[in-house]
């Protein structure tokens, strides 16, 4: 006898007619019938400037008779913000910071020779590009055996992390560095080096050299689809909330 699969939650019923904003001594909040939105740490969920809140709130007014919050990465990555990042900053800065010794950049194929050239044209523009905003290089390997960084230019790399005050652009730089494996790239969406999805697909290399070798999984394309999704909200997260922090750099 063959178990039946249990039954997603069901989602809420939408409960309310029109999404708006307010501004409230200079942040901006999200209302729902002019009732305040919370996150689900029960703290009112407010954004630094009106263009964040009013797309969080266009999220809020596009859900039918039920709430789905897939379809609401804005308003996901401002709760993560809010309820997770703002209470441990500094922590989850020293997380985040921590990534730039295993980059996914820094580790490249051995072979074949297509692949090699491939990772090299995508990824050496990154890296030569990050080595000179820290002022420093950053080592590069063949294979998966661990290449230390320098000192320095790590210690550099932190010192810039640790000038990024906003829990929204960091809990956005943790959402783009996991979804990608580089923080560097990460990085280079929040300085507007590169545009997220652009980021997203360099990551994703080595896997489209699988793909053409041995074609596409439609689970695994949907399952990058979802990623890529939550990729691009990140880095217009980054783009709505304004340019309050100030980063450091040895060159642009």
């Known amino acids: 006898m ?3 699969a249990p039954k997603p939650p069901e989602l809420p019923r939408r409960f309310y007619e029109t999404a708006s904003v307010a501004e409230v001594d200079g942040r901006w909040r999200v209302l ?6 919370r996150t689900p740490g029960r703290t009112v969920l407010e954004a630094t400037t009106r263009e964040l809140a ?9 859900q039918g008779e039920r709430i789905d919050p897939s379809s609401m990465p ?20 020293d997380d985040l910071a921590g990534y730039v010794e295993s980059d996914l950049l820094f580790y490249r194929a051995d072979g074949p020779e297509r692949l090699v050239a491939q990772q090299a ?19 590069i390997t063949s294979g ?11 210690r550099a790399f ?14 956005a730089l943790h959402q783009m560095t996991t979804l990608t494996g580089s923080v560097l790239l990460a990085y280079a969406v929040l300085e507007g080096h590169l545009d997220a999805e652009t980021a997203f697909e360099l990551a994703h290399i080595d896997e489209d050299w699988n793909i053409e070798l041995w074609g ?15 990729m691009v909200a990140a880095g217009r997260a980054i783009g709505l909330a304004g340019s309050a922090d100030q980063i450091p750099a040895n060159q642009s």
């Open 32 to 37: 729902l019938d002019g009732r305040l939105v």
């Open 216 to 230: 596409a999984d439609e689970e695994a394309a949907q399952r990058r689809a979802s990623r890529r999704d939550d």
């Open 121 to 139: 044209h995508g990824w050496d523009p990154i890296v030569e590009w990050a080595g000179r905003r820290v002022g420093g290089a950053f080592n």
């Open 158 to 171: 932190n010192t810039m992390m640790a000038a990024i005050s906003d829990p929204l652009k960091i809990a």
């Open 74 to 93: 804005l308003t996901r990555l401002l709760n993560t913000a809010v309820d997770g990042v703002a209470p441990r900053l500094a922590e989850t800065r």
């Open 54 to 62: 009013e797309a969080i709130a266009q999220e809020w007014a596009m």
């Open 144 to 154: 998966i055996v661990h290449v230390a960084q320098p000192t320095e230019t790590v």
């Open 2 to 4: 063959t178990e039946t």
